[in-house]
């Protein structure tokens, strides 16, 4: 169980220019690691430091010797098998692509779920997202688009009161307006654990560099 989590753990992608371009399981970015796609980007006091699949085996072999446990102190987790122990990275730089990331954020429904933080947004109370579903503001019957202005995270209970009505027709209040995220809410709601930290420098340079239109 513990490595199947160390495996889902979040990995920030970079591109060839230090860019921030999405985030992917460590699964994933060791698989890159592996065919000499990336190289792991870490930042050890202060200094940025890169290692390919072979150097960071060797640092992640030299931390596991001197007997660090599953999570260190800086959140970082481990993937330990019979012929390897290496320590997940938090961020990998892609060596080849060179594209800048797409400007806004995908409209779908773990997104809004992460930008409401799994919150219902009429009753204030955080759920599991199997037990939120999504609601239309304004309803589909009166006009209501699915849009980021328009739908939000309700429970079960508070969809169920409000029905086809408004939420003032319903006697229910809105928490928060909904609106357009200008980062991934997912991004953001990673940036702020501290296990994460290391990413802000690199989400903000990406906020900061892309061009507006």
Known sequence: MERAQSLDSSVLVLNKFFIAMNVVSAKR??????????????????????????SWQDVSLLKSNLGLPEED?????WI????????????????FYENRPAWGVKFNRRNIFARDSNCCQYCGKRF???????????????GGEATWTNIVCACTECNK?????????AGLRLIRRPFVPKHSPIITLKLGSDKYSSWK?????????????
């Open 73 to 77: 102190d800086d959140g970082l987790s």
């Open 201 to 213: 420098q690199f989400i903000d340079h990406a906020y900061w560099s892309v061009p507006l239109k």
């Open 161 to 169: 009161k409000k029905g086809g009505r408004t939420p003032e027709e």
């Open 29 to 54: 970015a060791i698989t890159l690691l592996y065919k000499n796609s990336a190289e792991v980007i870490s930042i050890d006091g202060g200094r940025f430091n890169s290692y390919n699949m072979d």
């Open 128 to 142: 599991p997202t199997p037990e939120l579903s999504l609601d239309h503001v304004t309803p589909r019957a009166r």
């Open 80 to 95: 330990k098998t019979v012929s390897i122990s290496i320590q997940v990275p938090k961020i990998i730089r892609l060596l």
